[in-house]
C-alpha cells in the first residue's frame, strides 16, 4: 500500500521562504511521476510543480515559476518543495501527488494518485 506524507507547511511572511517536505513509503519515487499541488480556500485544486526522476522535463505553474522548486531525494525517498519569495496568494493546503500524469504544460492526478493528507501553508502579509 502506497502512504504519502506532507509536512513542513507552516506560517511564514511575505517574501520569505519555506520547504515542504513529501515522504513517500511502498513505491519508489524513481519510477513514477511525482507532484505537489495546492488548494486555496475557495478554490479548485491546482497541479504546481510536478516532475520525473527520469526526465528532464519539470512543470511549473505559471504562478510560481521562477519562486518554487521541485526535487527529489531518491535515498530517502523524499519530494521536496522549495518555496521562495512567497506570497499572499500561495496560501493554500498543499498536496504531494504519487503517481501523476504530466507534460511540459500540464500536471493531473490519475485514478491512481495517492494523495496525502496536505500541509496548510499560510502566508502573512
Known amino acids: 500500500q502506497v502512504q504519502v506524507e506532507e509536512s513542513g507547511g507552516g506560517l511564514v511572511q511575505a517574501g520569505g521562504s519555506l520547504r515542504l517536505s513529501c515522504t513517500v513509503r511502498?513505491?519508489?519515487?524513481?519510477?513514477?511521476?511525482m507532484g505537489w499541488f495546492r488548494q486555496a480556500p475557495g478554490k479548485e485544486r491546482e497541479a504546481i510543480s510536478c516532475n520525473n526522476w527520469l526526465t528532464s522535463v519539470t512543470y511549473y505553474a505559471d504562478s510560481v515559476k521562477g519562486r518554487f522548486t521541485i526535487s527529489t531525494d531518491n535515498v530517502q525517498n523524499t519530494l521536496y518543495l522549495q518555496m521562495n519569495n512567497v506570497k499572499s496568494d500561495d496560501t493554500a493546503m498543499y498536496y504531494c501527488a504519487a503517481r501523476v500524469s504530466y507534460g511540459a504544460d500540464t500536471c493531473r492526478g490519475l485514478q491512481e494518485t495517492t494523495w496525502g493528507q496536505g500541509t496548510r501553508v499560510t502566508v502573512s502579509s
Open positions: 511502498g513505491l519508489s519515487i524513481r519510477s513514477y511521476s
